[in-house]
């Protein structure tokens, strides 16, 4: 299978936060009617169901995104994890991966001295790191 | 079954819009007002506030208010707050005299019970330990105290208040979401008691609220801010704050003004329901939401139908948010412009911390012993250094590195002149080119979080609405 070298975020959208010291960032899949929902917002017409393939690429994305997802993979790819624990909870119905990291705030926003004290940045950072993506993947809407 | 309840937003923090409640109101139809002011720093804030002013609420609400009160009264709009913070009862004071002051008759209600201080001997002679859910330490095991104490309280109270006539609720410490399960089970007639007992149409309906509350309970964050695929947002320099219309069954549509900035969908509405969770149980006093049975469906322009939301019992005790003050921190920032940015790191770094940036990267995550093997007299050090110049620089910005150098300790004095001197002395014998973005400044304390649980029968929930009512928490 041919892979591209691109940001996780090619079609991978992320938001992170702080819950005490730990930081979690929720990564999800661009649902197939986003481009719909875009599109209404801007004032144009729109079909709200998705067609079949659009489904079948989402999932084909969502199945990879898990894969890339686990423990050992976060932690590569966010080196600042160390030996922190992470969690990983893979949410089908969203087509979202909840990704917890245990310490990575010490005791809290207030206490700790990473320069983005809530983690606020963090689901943005993965999203620049570079992944190798399946060609088949980056169809449409990249 | 009772038409949805539409429940607008205003606010997702303490110094949030200001212009946003009236915004809600005035910009299109909904049932009821509500905003989160605190967030766990914030209480810490509140604390240093009161200590200075004499109140610990979040003032910026009575400001809100007063531009909308009397629309909300006419119109039967229901406010519910929880900018109450460490001072509800003073804040429900405040609203009273805000209605006096413009002539409009208000029922104010005040949920109060949550600050657990003036009990924690008290409840630690009971046997609450107060142990660390992050550490598993307890309090007295490291033997600091805490500034603030406060029990998350669930909507339960605050259906009661609205049950009971309140034009305005204001609440101390309750969870987020319980700002639009309080509402929604009022306008619906929910029944608590019928979850409690395990009833599966009840537990759903409170976990489809939940679910809602936590969609629009940050804001913007629900209509395009802070998104991913923020190039796809329309007028997101002043986006609208978003509205949840929550039906009888739990399910909600999620939606905005129409007119107003940013915009609702399925991916907006993903971002923030992944926002700040802990797993697929998500866990509020009243009931816990299954997030792995969500359904999103994105069923017009700007409206996204959440539903099929499964509620569970929820966790057996409170969660309790405490803060103590765990010391002072200093930080200074020096310009590494131009070439060699690194040595140039590494000789200041040498100079006024006595180790190398080598070291320091090695460290990189243990502030504590870069501390040890420090010449500074502090209990932890961190260094960050951003290599932010480019090649070639015709513009000053892109020739910019920045090393930011942060200091911590029990002692004041250690992070603040002793420290920042140090940076000082060393202006004219370094690295070429030194300086800082700011000038030194004092040391400034901070607080540690302290994420804790009690019983619930070790938490007094107070309703008061014209006069005192009692419910269970």
């Known amino acids: ?142 | 079954m009772r038409a949805p309840v539409r429940i607008a937003n205003c606010s997702g923090f303490f110094g949030d819009r200001l212009s946003a409640a009236r915004e809600m109101v005035e910009d299109g139809p909904i049932d009821v007002l509500t905003g989160d002011w605190l967030a766990e720093l914030t209480m810490l804030i509140l604390v240093r506030q009161k200590l200075k002013r004499g109140n610990g609420y979040a003032g910026t609400f009575l400001t809100q208010l007063e531009e909308i009160l009397g629309t909300c009264v006419d119109r039967g709009i229901r406010v519910v707050s929880n900018a109450g913070g460490l001072d509800p009862g003073l804040l429900g004071q405040s609203v009273t005299e805000l209605g006096d002051r413009l002539g409009i008759a208000v029922r104010v209600g005040v949920v109060s019970g949550d600050d657990l201080m003036p009990r924690m001997s008290e409840l630690v002679a009971e046997g609450e330990a107060f142990v660390n859910l992050d550490t598993g330490e307890t309090l007295s095991q490291v033997g600091v105290k805490p500034v603030t104490a406060n029990a998350y309280l669930g909507g339960e109270s605050i259906t009661s208040a609205l049950a009971q006539g309140a034009d305005v609720v204001v609440t101390g410490r309750v969870t987020d979401a319980a700002l639009v399960i309080g509402p929604a089970a009022w306008w619906h007639g929910w029944d608590y008691a019928a979850a409690r007992a395990g009833d599966q149409a009840a537990l759903d309906a409170l976990a489809g609220a939940l679910v809602a509350g936590h969609v629009i309970e940050c804001g913007a964050q629900a209509t395009g801010g802070n998104y991913a695929f923020f190039r796809d947002v329309p007028g997101l320099e002043h986006p609208g704050l978003p509205i949840a219309e929550v039906a009888g069954d739990g399910s909600a549509v999620i939606t905005k003004h129409g007119g107003s900035g940013g915009m609702v969908t399925e991916g907006t509405v993903t971002a923030q329901l992944l926002y700040e969770i802990a797993g697929p149980e998500y866990l509020n006093p009243d009931v816990s939401a299954r997030f792995d049975t969500i359904r999103l469906r994105q069923v017009g322009h700007d409206r996204v139908l959440v539903s099929g939301t499964t509620g569970v019992a929820p966790p057996e005790r409170l969660k309790v948010a405490m803060n103590y003050l765990g010391g002072f921190r200093n930080s200074l920032t020096l310009v590494l412009t131009g070439l060699d940015p690194e040595s140039k790191a590494d000789l200041a770094l040498r100079t006024v911390t006595g180790v190398s940036l080598e070291r320091s990267r090695q460290l990189r995550d243990d502030p504590q012993s870069l501390a040890d093997e420090s010449t500074l007299d502090v209990t932890e050090l961190a260094v960050g250094l951003s290599l932010s110049a480019v090649e070639d620089p015709a513009w000053p910005d892109q020739a910019q590195s920045l090393l930011r150098i942060t200091v911590k300790d029990p002692d004041a004095d250690r992070v603040g002149k002793a420290f920042t001197t140090r940076v000082i002395e060393a202006t004219l014998s370094s690295y070429p080119g030194l300086f800082p973005t700011t000038p030194p400044g004092p040391a400034s304390p901070f607080g540690v979080y302290w994420p804790s649980t009690v019983a619930r029968e070790h938490v007094d929930v107070l309703v008061t609405v014209d006069g005192p009512t009692e419910v269970s928490p």
């Open chain 1, 1 to 142: 299978m041919s892979t591209v070298r691109r940001p996780l975020g090619s079609f991978v959208g992320a938001r992170s936060g702080d819950k005490g010291g730990a930081a979690n960032v929720g990564l999800w899949v661009r649902s197939p009617r986003e481009s719909a929902g875009v599109d209404l917002a801007h004032g144009n017409d729109a079909d709200l169901d998705a067609t079949e393939s659009e489904e079948e690429l989402a999932d084909a994305r969502y199945a990879w995104l898990v894969e890339v997802l686990t423990v050992d993979g976060v932690r590569r790819l966010l080196p600042e994890t160390g030996g922190l624990r992470i969690d990983v909870h893979p949410l089908p119905n969203l087509r979202a991966v909840n990704v917890v990291i245990h310490g990575l705030l010490g005791r809290g926003v207030a206490e700790t001295s990473r320069v983005d004290p809530q983690a606020k940045g963090l689901g943005e950072q993965l999203r620049a790191r570079l992944v190798d993506i399946p060609s088949v993947l980056l169809g449409e809407g990249t």
